[in-house]
C-alpha cells in the first residue's frame, strides 16, 4: 500500500485524485470499477476536508491516504486517516427514497452510493484517528 499526506481542503482533491489514478493505472479492473472508487474516494475526502476538522487542532488539518491491493490481491482498497472529530458516517441511516425529494433529510445520499459502489465499507476510531476504509473486489 502506498501513503501519502494531503491538506484536508477540498481545493487539493487534483493532487488526491492524481494519487489514487496512478496507482490504478495498468490494473485490471474496469472503468465502470475505477469511476466507482473515484467517486467514492471523493464523496469520502470531500467529507473529511468539509467537516472533519474545527476550529483548532495541533496535529493540522490533513489525511493520510493509502491505498493498493490487499497482500492477497482480491481487493483494491483505500484508507482515509485523519485526527478530525470522531464521526462514523455510516450511522445514518440512509434516504428514504420513498419521501418526496422536497421532504428529506439534507445529507447522507454521498455515503449511501459509497455503500453501494463499494463491497468493502469500514470505520472506526482508533488512538484519535477517524480510519475509513473503502475497499472493491478484484
Known sequence: MKIQNFPAQIEHWESVLEFLESNLEGSAMSAKMQFE???????IFTNIASYAYGTHTDKGETVEISCGTTQDAAEFQIRFRDWGIAYNPLERPDPDFNIPFEERRVGGLGIYMVKNFMDHVEYRYEDGCNIFTIGKKL
Open 37 to 43: 472508487i473515484i467517486v467514492s474516494a471523493e464523496e
